[in-house]
Every structure is written in structure tokens, then in C-alpha cells.
């Protein structure tokens, strides 16, 4: 992955979903070239899948981030996607 295609989202509240059961959401501060670093940031592990994400997803943009890292890197190789936090739609 090109650097480039993420520096939209530096500095600003992201969603970062993983192949994984956990979802994060926090401030991208920093890409690399194998990670991304996420500062004020809530790990979730979300058991359940896609509805459960949804609904974690839809939290966070009505109530805000509930950090519980100050940061935490995230393997680039396991994004499935990123998004702007206010880019979630509430429905």
C-alpha cells in the first residue's frame, strides 16, 4: 500500500475495521510502511461479527471515542477498510 492513499485520514478520528474480531477507533497520527499507529484510540474486540461492528460503530459516532489505549499500531496487511468517523451514517 502506497503511504499516500491514507494521508486523508491523518490527524483526524478514524474507524479501522480488520479481518479480525476487533474494530478500532481513534486518531491516525502516524503510517508506516507495515503499520499505522492510532492515538486516543478504543480497541474492541467485537464478537458476533458485522451486525455487532455496526452497532459498536454507530455508538462511537453518537457518544464519542471511549479510549482505552493511549495508542496502539495495527498491522496494515489486516485492514479490510478505513473510514472518517464522521463519515458513519446514523440510521
Known amino acids: 500500500m502506497d503511504k499516500d492513499e491514507l ?11 480488520t479481518a479480525t474480531p476487533f474494530i478500532y477507533i481513534g486518531t491516525l497520527s502516524w503510517i508506516g510502511n507495515s503499520f499505522i499507529t492510532l492515538k486516543d484510540v478504543d480497541v ?3 464478537d458476533g461479527g458485522g451486525a455487532s461492528k455496526e452497532k459498536y460503530i454507530l455508538s462511537a459516532r453518537k457518544f464519542g471515542i471511549k479510549k482505552n489505549r493511549f495508542s496502539t499500531k495495527i498491522r496494515i496487511d489486516v485492514m479490510t477498510s478505513i473510514s ?3 463519515d458513519v451514517v446514523e440510521y
Open 7 to 17: 494521508k486523508e485520514y491523518l490527524n483526524k478520528p478514524v474507524v479501522v475495521d
Open 44 to 46: 474492541r474486540h467485537v
Open 84 to 86: 472518517h468517523l464522521e
